[in-house]
């Protein structure tokens, strides 16, 4: 199972049965609407704050799962997912809800991959028939968190990112109809130095690019093996700032095959500077978008590499630099 140093291949063949997809109103008016299950028109969700209508985006993208599928929720064995927020809170109530055994992680934006990467490797290992894997994140919640509260108005700099608000789920198997995850490669924190919270893309883009790279050199392939690699959300900055340093490593690809959840999401014109953001933005762009295209016959095989910047407002506040990991997938049909 274990190939390289940090690659996990899964002989066995864990296939994604379903997924479920919930945005918010900015979603709605993005550039892939369509790939959503749920598109809300209320911020609030009808809820008392922004933590509780996260919660319902996690509870709604499971249930949206389980629905599309032929498994009623006693068959599952386990769920694993996590978010932005003091201590995954909103997640932890979802799995309240749920009621299922529960395995709370924290990777920050790369959580998806994360949980996804688990799952798939309890399933290989038959731990489990089936297990939900997700995450969600707020726009309102991760900026009263993390930065300013929305209702301040506070004004960013263009090297800033807009968190989505959204849930993705996925309904991991050990048999059934749907992509295949074949293999995962856990990344390690890559620390470059960067203190300001409102740079993500840089801080994340050196974890994304030495994840890519370990994938590549343990499984003994070339970039191209993939149709698509999708980072999680590096924006416009990180982006161009990753590629520049694979090219630099001798990891060099189509331009138009390295793409970034972020900037998949919203459409031209929206007002989110270098991007999107959150632990949702990977999640509903590959469980939506990417996953569609697949089943589409567009894409065959994608590697999907989640960031997260592991820093906290107390790190911030005693200007630590800020430690980025990533964690890649690969799916294939």
């Known amino acids: 199972m274990l190939q390289g140093h940090q690659t996990w291949i899964f002989a066995n063949r864990p296939v994604i049965i379903s997924t479920g997809t919930v945005g918010g109103p900015f979603e709605a008016n993005g550039n892939i609407p369509k790939d959503f299950d749920i598109l809300h028109d209320d911020m609030w969700l009808g809820q008392a704050s922004f933590e509780k209508a996260q919660q ?20 599952v064995q386990f769920f694993m997912s996590g978010d932005l927020i003091y201590q995954i809170t909103p997640t932890n109530f979802a799995a309240k809800t749920l009621g299922l055994p529960f395995f709370g992680l924290f990777n920050a934006c790369a959580t998806s991959m994360e949980s996804l990467a688990l799952a798939a490797m309890i399933i290989n290992n038959k731990g489990a028939n089936y297990i939900l894997s997700g995450t969600a994140s707020h726009n309102a919640s991760a900026e009263r968190q993390f930065r300013y509260p929305t209702e301040y108005g506070g004004q960013k700099p263009p090297t800033a990112q807009w968190t989505v608000t959204g849930a993705g789920c996925s309904l991991v198997a050990q048999q059934g109809t749907g992509p295949v995850i074949t293999s ?36 003994n392939i070339s970039p191209d093996y993939y149709d698509l690699i999708a980072t999680g959300d590096l924006g416009h900055i990180g982006r161009e700032i990753s590629y520049d340093l694979l090219v630099d490593r001798g990891l060099s690809m189509d331009e138009e095959r390295y793409v970034d959840c972020g900037l998949i999401i919203y459409r031209e014109g929206q007002p989110v500077l270098a991007g999107a953001s959150g632990t949702a933005c990977s999640a509903v762009v590959t469980y939506g978008h990417l996953l569609n295209r697949m089943k589409a ?16 407002p107390m790190s911030i506040q005693q200007n630590d630099p800020i430690p980025c990991i990533a964690h890649a997938v690969s799916i294939e049909i």
């Open 56 to 75: 319902t985006l996690m509870e709604e993208a499971c249930q949206i799962a389980l629905k599309k599928s032929s498994i009623e929720k006693e068959q």
């Open 297 to 312: 016959g567009e894409l065959k095989r994608i590697l999907i590499v989640a960031t997260g910047a592991l820093h906290s």
């Open 184 to 219: 995962a490669t856990i990344g390690k924190v890559i620390d470059m130095g960067i203190t300001d919270p409102f740079n993500m893309g840089a801080a994340m883009a050196p974890a994304a690019v030495d994840t890519i790279e370990k994938h590549i050199q343990d499984r």
